[in-house]
């Protein structure tokens, strides 16, 4: 629904705007007032027009009172525009219906109050925290995250995801819904922090992140939710709510001993090369001067077809002949491969796991190698 004075869209169980805090229900049926109207139309009861404040204006500042007409208690803090974003709807949550909460920034009325008692910072932190939980309770985000040490943790793991970069890509927008819901800045960092946790911190969800329009990349690193990004969110909840629909990705499936079995390095083997092969291959890695892994692995591959006629080699066949010419294997030797074999069509699969230099390769490393300056 809309504010009936600055017309901005609210949540519809909204006692008052967040942005200019007006009342949009009545105080004593609940029912949505009309605008500018004089009396509630469903209960006749009087709409009171809000006093101006003879407190002195704080640019930047929004102020929060609490009143109890008949003891005189009531709550009074001063927020930054950034804290108060939805403070009226936080606190009225906490207080209920029976009592008026108004915010008051440079621009804004207060209702002027009497016998009032200041809340101490820890409380008010403290009132905050439990608003902010009730306030969001009915959230399906609430029930996939939960707040612990003042951090939220993944709760929820079935996110409905088909394999790991597919679960970082729902992991990270349904983590920035929840935080851009509850009024809170998100980083890189803070990303990074959360994907890593549930360990699908991986090359394509990094991508995902620079580079799709789902994502507005702020000042100071903030990242938001475009309107295509959050209409994703969107099907992704009801993904995750659908009973019917499978969960095809176990996140538990990446154990710390399946993490520790891509980190194992190859084996080197005996590739039955005289001590003038293994020269020879040495040489020829130094005239050639390769640059970047690509380029180390086809070097290594066009000297054993040429010299050995040697086609296919496999994932130990390369990293011994990494390890010849005194360089270090990459770490993701697979990745390497594939890169070569889908993208850059140098490389073709051979048998029983091996890969083949192709004439595309042949002819990369005879044209292209040593690097011109």
Avoid at 89 to 112: A, C, M, P, Q, R
Avoid at 218 to 244: A, F, H, M, Q, S
Avoid at 293 to 305: G, S
Wanted: hydrophobic fraction near 30%.
């Amino acid at each position: 629904m809309n504010c009936i004075k600055c017309d901005i869209i609210i949540p519809k169980e909204s006692v008052f705007c967040p942005k200019c805090a007006t009342r949009v229900k009545c105080k004593k049926c609940e029912k949505l007032l009309l605008k500018d109207a004089k009396v509630c139309t469903s209960c006749g009861k009087k709409v009171k027009k809000r006093k101006k404040s003879k407190h002195k204006k704080n640019k930047g500042q929004n102020s929060i009172k609490f009143i109890q007409n008949e003891n005189g208690v009531s709550v009074d803090a001063t927020f930054t525009d950034k804290i108060g974003k939805n403070i009226t709807g936080i606190f009225n949550g906490i207080l209920g219906s029976d009592y008026d909460v108004y915010t008051n920034n440079s621009s804004k009325e207060l209702v002027e109050t009497t016998d009032f008692e200041i809340v101490e910072e820890t409380e008010s932190k403290k009132l905050l925290k439990e608003g902010m939980k009730k306030n969001n309770s009915d959230s399906k985000l609430n029930d996939i995250f939960k707040l612990q040490d003042e951090n939220w943790i993944l709760n929820e793991p079935r996110l409905k995801a088909s394999n790991a970069t597919d679960f970082g890509k729902r992991l990270t927008l349904l983590y920035i819904a929840l935080k851009e819901e509850n009024s809170e800045d998100v980083k890189r960092g803070d990303l990074t922090k959360v994907l890593e946790k549930a360990s699908v911190n991986n090359g394509g969800t990094r991508s995902y992140i620079a580079n799709n329009s789902h994502f507005n990349k702020g000042e100071k690193g903030i990242i938001t939710l475009t309107l295509p990004g959050k209409e994703r969110v969107k099907k992704i909840l009801e993904e995750v709510y659908d009973d019917n629909m499978e969960n095809v990705f176990d996140i538990s499936s990446i154990s710390k001993k399946s993490k520790a079995k891509l980190k194992t390095l190859h084996e080197t083997i005996d590739l039955g090369l005289s001590e003038i092969d293994r020269n020879s291959l040495r040489e020829f890695y130094l005239e050639k001067s390769p640059k970047g892994q690509n380029d180390l692995v086809l070097t290594i591959m066009f000297w054993f077809k040429v010299n050995k006629n040697k086609d296919n080699l496999n994932l130990n066949e390369i990293h011994t002949g990494i390890q010849i010419v005194g360089e270090k294997t990459p770490r993701a030797l697979v990745a390497v491969m594939n890169n070569l074999r889908r993208k850059d069509n140098k490389v073709n699969k051979g048998d029983n796991k091996s890969y083949v230099i192709n004439n595309i390769g042949v002819d990369y490393i005879k044209e292209k190698l040593p690097y011109k300056n």
